[in-house]
């Protein structure tokens, strides 16, 4: 039902608020009852000095009546309908309910986002608790002192004549496994306590370059002119405490300045307004290759790429050398991705540019165009083997479009993917499959 047809239901929820019976609201704005039923039920249209008149009468402005929902409100709620598999909602009426009881709406569409919210906690705890290196060597650390010191005060308990010199002994040990205990576990709770506040703990060189990265928002005017280089760029930063962070850093920033410089700032957002952010059309028409079109996209300001761009590059072995988060589309901190992405396809077809349409398992069902292609970084001769690294760029949809024949569901990594079909799948998922 188009928006501007709704007015009917607003007016007889204001009437009801109000505590006026049809025929009074009626006879105040000088029409038939049976004419103001008819419009109450959206049968006829209503504006101009009659709706003046009526919205005077109940004592509101005339936009409250006939203005519709907001967009955004009725996308979390087509959203929220989309997720309910087992129950076949209205979505045809999602319009007048918002326009006819906005409080439950908002309620609604409020509880479907966080319920989106808290699953993506879960997805990055779970992976955290699965594959963070230094959480599982500091979980290791406080297990192995519990169980020594548990086994000490096993043989002090249990062993009843015992020399003094070896009693003295295991009383060492058990105040110097204690003490270990102590700072073990302070070490845990800090690194906990500071990861959950920061967004970068900066335990990890390539963390920390993505941190810096992200600061800026993946976009470097200083490169674009051309006003620094790669190594001042990246001086003093405090994101990059590290000299392997710096160097993951300047090497990323290199291959940025090489893409500006192939694909200008000021001609390139002028071919993205015209053709869109099209990889092929945009190569075509500056005569460059496909990874560095997708690179280039994804490093263009909101203005240029409103609906923003996520961009992961990775190896030949699959590992992540760069990820930029894009609203959506999950990607883990840790482990190893859904290896249905197109990024891994695009390995195994070298040179060959990919497009596919995407959707991720879980509520949000989110859709997503995703361009790929891997490229020699290294010109062997006959007795070496090319080195490919692949590139993925990430473009949401509108929320209202429905996903296209031939789409691709996949997930962001398999613990925590609810698809357990999926001829995909290394280890068996924490979720069920109505997560």
């Keep these: 039902m188009a928006r501007d047809t709704l007015t009917g239901g607003r007016i007889r929820e204001r009437r009801l608020i109000a505590g006026m019976r049809q025929a009074e609201l009626a006879r105040e704005a000088g029409i038939s009852a049976s004419y103001l039923n008819l419009i ?42 989309a997720d309910a598999d087992k129950v076949q909602a209205e979505t045809e009426r999602v319009d007048e309910f918002a326009g006819r009881f906005p409080g439950w709406a908002q309620v609604l569409a409020q509880s479907h986002r966080r319920i989106a919210s808290l699953e993506r906690t879960v997805d990055i705890l779970s992976d955290r608790l699965s594959h963070d290196p230094d959480l599982a060597a500091s979980l290791h650390e406080v297990l192995s002192t519990a169980a020594s010191i548990r086994s000490t005060a096993s043989i002090l308990a249990e062993t009843g004549d015992l020399e003094a010199k070896w009693r003295d002994r295991f009383h060492r040990n058990l105040n110097e496994d204690s003490l270990r205990l102590a700072e073990s576990s302070k070490t845990l709770v800090s690194y906990l306590d500071e ?62 300045s090489s893409d500006a410089l192939a694909l200008p700032l000021e001609p390139f ?17 500056f005569g460059a290759g496909i990874p560095e079109v997708l690179r280039r996209i994804a490093a263009m300001p909101e203005t240029v790429v409103p609906q923003g761009a996520g961009l992961v590059i990775c190896d030949s072995s699959g590992g992540m050398l760069l990820r930029k988060n894009v609203e959506g589309f999950a990607m883990p901190r840790f482990g190893v991705p859904c290896p249905l992405w197109p990024l891994f396809l695009a390995l195994n077809r070298p040179l060959v540019a990919l497009r596919r349409d995407v959707v991720q398992a879980g509520r949000s069902g989110a859709g997503f165009t995703c361009y790929a292609q891997s490229w020699p970084v ?37 613990r925590v993917c609810p698809r357990q079909r999926c001829i995909a799948r290394r280890e068996p998922s924490v979720l069920r499959q109505d997560f």
Aim: charged fraction near 25%.
């Design 40 to 81: 109450e039920h959206n049968r006829r249209r209503i504006g101009g000095k009659l709706l003046v008149n009526i919205a005077h009468v109940l004592g509101v402005e005339p936009s409250m009546l006939s203005e519709g929902a907001e967009a955004a409100l009725i996308s979390t709620l087509r959203e929220a309908a």
């Design 195 to 256: 990861s959950d506040r920061s967004e970068n703990p900066g335990s990890i060189p390539r963390e920390e370059a993505e941190a810096f990265c992200a600061a800026q928002g993946y976009h470097f005017p200083e490169l674009e002119e051309g006003l620094k280089t790669p190594e001042e760029m990246v001086e003093g930063r405090s994101e990059l405490a590290s000299r392997a962070s710096r160097r993951i850093a300047v090497d990323f920033l290199r291959q940025y």
């Design 269 to 285: 957002s002028e071919a993205c307004a015209k053709f869109g952010p099209d990889p092929a059309l945009l190569a075509g028409e």
């Design 378 to 414: 290294n010109t062997p001769d006959l007795t070496e083997n090319p080195l490919y690294h692949s590139v993925m760029l990430i473009l949401p949809k509108p929320g209202d479009e429905e996903p296209a024949s031939g789409t691709v569901r996949l997930g962001s990594t398999c």
